[in-house]
């Protein structure tokens, strides 16, 4: 099992930056990946950034160059440095942690992220 921790939700305006934390405890593997996901009110979950333990950090094409994906030196938590922020940018943001080679995935709470218009 692994349990994640997310914080650092909050209300900016347009232009403005955040950072979201996630903290995984439990059984963690040496080989894992660790993403934040989103979602928007009525829309579907999507993938917003991912981080490797062994491998180059991936963005989805709406975020690059404004959001950075960053670990801890013991690798267990994730960081998503959100800057540029614009209103589309608003919805719960969820960590995600899977163990490669695994079906397994585990999911925090959410946390909202409000950018208002």
């Known amino acids: 099992q692994v349990q994640l921790v997310e914080s650092g939700g909050g209300l900016v305006q347009p232009g403005g930056s955040l950072r979201l934390s996630c903290a995984a405890s439990g059984s963690i593997s040496s080989r894992n990946v660790m993403s934040w996901y989103r979602q928007a009110s009525g829309k579907e979950r999507e993938l917003v950034a991912s981080?490797?333990?062994?491998?180059?950090?991936t963005y989805a094409a709406s975020v690059e160059g404004r959001f950075f994906i960053s670990r801890d030196g013991a690798g267990n938590s994730v960081f998503l440095q959100m800057n540029s922020l614009e209103p589309e940018d608003t919805a719960v943001y969820f960590c995600n942690y899977w163990t490669v080679g695994t079906i397994t995935e585990y999911w925090g709470q959410g946390t909202q992220v409000t950018v208002p218009s």
């Open positions: 981080s490797f333990s062994r491998g180059p950090n």
